[in-house]
């Protein structure tokens, strides 16, 4: 490959199979870790799946000039991100993600060291989760880097969740602060206001941006608890995903906006935006059955989750202000299509 990546595609193969036993904590790569027959290297790889489970499959793709520039977003960041996407998705099943394939396009306009930093990035976020790289494929491409993560995990059988579960007068809850990733990119796209970045809430958002954390542990709890109803996670905005899981339950909503967590912001209005409409949080949106809602523990892992609304028998989707006043709520999250 040209410009300092590599020479040849075997060359690139073996520094990926060192790299990834030394993310693994592996003496050499020619010894595969526990639960991987095959890994980085052959025509495909092979793994164990455990009795009484189902496999989970997810692939999201990160598109450069899309989902990252190389300007705002580092390479570990952008490696971190395309992983914890796909992450996300196995934890709005309530599953255990396992491995990793990654097919990389990488521009010619790239260095070695871009690449050697996106994998970083990527392997420091599957250490931390239990994910293995097993493999995947790559190419050198004119003009933009286009990557795509598939994630394989698993599920005790008959314990995945869906969004199709969510039932009238069920109550809605999410995992965190909403709006936090939008206002993260907001300050890196600013000049002026990365300049600020010292600043607490700044801090917290471009952290929430660059480097989001998957909810895989509380998508395990509320599946391995039959606490929720309804699961999916939040990566096109509350507003968008909320219409989606009330659409694929056959059910409304109303929201309360005083109750939304969100940043908090000099204008009110512009933070309740920033939730509603922002996406990228990869938080998780669940439903609660009434009888069960006061089983749900006020915190998880030390993390407060946040009840901001219930489940209605009509259609519509509608937004309670703090006022009391009640207006329709439009889906106007990310949406390739829109």
């Known amino acids: 490959m040209s410009k300092g990546l590599f020479r040849t595609e075997n060359e690139f193969v073996r520094w990926l199979q060192t790299l990834a036993a030394r993310a693994q904590g592996q003496e050499s790569a020619q010894r595969p870790e526990k639960g991987v027959k095959l890994g980085i290297g052959d025509d495909a790889a092979l793994v164990g799946v455990r009795n009484r489970h189902e496999l989970i499959l997810t692939t999201d ?125 907001r300050l890196l796209q600013s000049k002026a206001a990365r300049a600020r970045t010292l600043a607490p809430l700044a801090r917290e958002a471009v952290q929430a941006h660059l480097y989001p954390e998957p909810q895989c542990a509380l998508g395990r709890f509320l599946s391995q608890r039959r606490m929720a ?72 892992q030390r993390r407060p989750l946040y009840h901001i609304g219930e489940i209605e028998a009509s259609k519509a989707i509608k937004l309670v202000t703090p006022e009391g006043n009640v207006r329709t709520l439009e889906p106007a999250g990310w949406d390739y299509f829109r």
């Open 61 to 185: 793709m990160s598109v450069e000039g899309v989902h990252f520039t190389r300007r705002l977003h580092p390479p570990i960041a952008v490696g971190h991100r395309a992983l914890a996407r796909s992450l996300s998705d196995v934890a709005a099943m309530g599953g255990v993600p396992r491995y990793v394939l990654v097919s990389l396009a990488i521009s010619k306009e790239v260095t070695r060291e871009w690449v050697s930093g996106f994998y970083r990035g990527m392997m420091a976020l599957g250490r931390r989760f239990g994910v293995r790289l097993v493999g995947g494929d790559t190419a050198l491409v004119a003009g933009r880097t286009f990557i795509d993560v598939v994630v394989a995990g698993e599920v005790s059988r008959g314990k995945a969740l869906r969004r199709s579960g969510a039932r009238a007068g069920d109550q809605i809850f999410v995992s965190g602060p909403l709006g936090l990733s939008a206002l993260g990119l």
């Open 229 to 300: 109803s309804a699961l999916m996670d939040l990566s096109d905005g509350l507003s968008t995903d909320l219409f989606r899981l009330c659409a694929a339950s056959g059910v409304g909503a109303r929201l309360w906006a005083a109750k939304i967590p969100r940043p908090e912001l000099l204008d009110p209005e512009d933070s309740l935006q920033l939730a509603l409409h922002g996406g990228e949080d990869y938080q998780l949106l669940f439903t609660v059955p009434r009888r069960k809602a006061s089983r749900l523990p006020s915190k998880f």
